[in-house]
């Protein structure tokens, strides 16, 4: 771990080890941090906030480390997506992707720190009445094991820009990349305890962020439950919060889609990184005189999809990141079976060729489903898609909202004036016409209803980590006189 400038172990001596989930084989040994290594990094990051002149450093030197540090993750991108594959088992190809997704982000935010961040205002009164921005403070940031890197830089890039101090804890499956990134970060000579690094389980770790008074904000990654969770914790401590939770997104296509384009994001809204993404298109609904033609398609190429170990260079989709993950993913897709969808493909774990070692799962398909079943309502986070079917866009509509969740969703159409009123009436904070999963840094991620709250990536993103300040000035230095017997 990295506290206050220096590496340390955990006080008690705990130790986890570290599995490659192509393999189950062991990668790594790290120390397993508690409360105690939590409450020092909060120390250190409040210090360093307080008394440490952190805040005070101007904006272009705040830029200039995150810029720094983007060049040298740069320059090792490809030692890091191998890590990245290795700990998380997705494609090396999307770790690649993911790694410069990450320098981008530091790029990004080096480049909103130098902006402006205020207002002045016409006012009466000979006032002159301005808005400064200031940063929240100690902020606590929490990383889902499903893109461990670049969720953090995400996190890490406007927490600096704005000048916030932070304590980072990875997901306890996948802390390699972030270790390795807090190795440049050492390197690159941040000041002591304006970025610590903290392992460990979500609890103690991560329930001492969100509880401990002397953190301004925490910012979470992950499931629901465990959101609400955070919520509560923080909510004794009146703290910020920003939460990016799940979601059952519906992908909507229509019979005036373009079919080959429409099969093709059906196929990459789910099965792109296993599955396990927020935003998945879990749900597709199809139109119901489309069905016959498009699902043995879809079907057929979700056969062909080339499954195995992410460093080969072949391989389509992965592993799933734990043996817990991939019975989670069984136990969903036998309640599937028990509810009475029919399964059109896939639904077992793969052993063949070398695959037994590892947490494979096959690209499954369920059709035959109603609103009310679970594998409908819940997030699955793996490879498993349910098909619905409508008539017309009102009920297309009724489908698409009908779950509790609001992060992301599509419509695949031809018709543009159809494509504007669906997706307006989406439900949803993250929307797509006629593609599936393109994202950028300079453009808000965050979802609807219980999906979270609040926003990450563009000048949004950098608004969590701000205050705002109302600041008047008299121009006409004089009392009052309010009061009679001044």
């Keep these: 771990m990295y506290i206050n400038g220096y590496w340390v172990l955990s006080s008690d001596g705990q130790t986890r080890t570290v599995l490659n989930p192509a393999t189950s084989e062991v990668i790594a040994i790290v120390t397993e941090g508690s409360a105690v290594e939590a409450k020092q990094a909060i120390r250190a990051a409040r210090h360093a906030f307080d008394r440490g002149g952190w805040p005070e450093t101007p904006a272009r030197e705040r830029?200039?480390?995150l810029g720094k540090l983007a060049d040298r993750l740069e320059e090792r991108a490809e030692e890091f997506a191998r890590l990245e594959t290795l700990n998380n088992g997705k494609p090396l190809r999307e770790a690649q992707y993911d790694i410069q997704d990450a320098v981008n982000q530091?790029?990004?935010?080096?480049g909103l720190a130098t902006k402006p961040h205020g207002q002045t205002y016409e006012v009466p009164d000979s006032i002159q009445a301005m808005v400064v921005r200031e940063p929240v403070g100690v902020v606590g940031q929490i990383i889902p094991w499903n893109y461990p890197l670049v969720m953090a830089t995400q996190k890490i890039a406007p927490a600096m820009a704005a000048g916030c101090t932070v304590i980072i804890k990875p997901a306890e499956q996948t802390p390699l990349t972030l270790i390795r990134l807090f190795e440049i970060i050492d390197e690159i000579g941040f000041p002591p305890g304006v970025l610590n690094l903290v392992l460990g389980a979500g609890d103690p770790v991560g329930s001492e962020l969100a509880a401990n008074p002397l953190v301004d904000k925490v910012a979470f990654t992950g499931?629901?439950?465990t959101g609400i969770k955070i919520m509560k914790s923080a909510a004794?401590?009146?703290k910020k919060v920003g939460l990016e939770l799940g979601g059952k997104s519906p992908n909507i296509v229509f019979a005036d889609a373009d079919f080959e384009t429409a099969v093709d994001y059906a196929l990459f809204g789910i099965f792109a990184n296993q599955g396990q993404v927020c935003s998945a298109g879990s749900r597709l609904l199809l139109e119901a005189s489309l069905y016959d033609?498009?699902?043995?398609?879809?079907?057929?190429?979700?056969?062909?999809?080339?499954i195995g170990p992410g460093l080969d260079a072949d391989t389509e989709m992965g592993p799933l990141i734990s043996e817990r993950q991939m019975n989670r993913v069984l136990d969903y897709i036998e309640i599937g079976r028990k509810e009475g969808a029919a399964l059109l493909c896939g639904g077992e774990r793969l052993t063949a060729g070398g695959l037994g070692r590892g947490y494979f799962v096959a690209p499954t398909i369920f059709t035959d489903t109603r609103p009310d079943m679970r594998i409908v309502q819940e997030e699955i986070f793996g490879p498993v898609l349910v098909i619905q079917t409508f008539r017309t866009e009102e009920e297309a509509l009724e489908l698409a909202n009908g779950t509790k969740y609001g992060l992301a969703g599509a419509v695949f159409t031809q018709n543009v004036a159809k494509a504007h009123r669906v997706i307006r009436k989406l439900r949803a904070g993250i929307t797509w016409i006629n593609t599936y999963h393109p994202t950028f840094n300079e453009a808000p991620w965050g979802g609807y209803k219980q999906s979270g709250n609040g926003r990450e990536l563009g000048t949004f993103g950098l608004e969590e980590y701000l205050e705002v300040k109302q600041i008047n000035i008299s121009l006409d230095?004089?009392?009052?006189g309010w009061?009679?017997?001044?």
């Design 63 to 65: 830029a200039n480390l």
């Design 106 to 110: 530091l790029r990004y935010y080096a």
């Design 223 to 225: 499931g629901t439950e």
């Design 236 to 238: 004794e401590t009146i």
């Design 293 to 306: 033609r498009f699902v043995p398609e879809l079907v057929r190429r979700a056969g062909q999809i080339r």
């Design 477 to 480: 230095v004089k009392p009052s």
């Design 483 to 486: 009061f009679s017997n001044g």
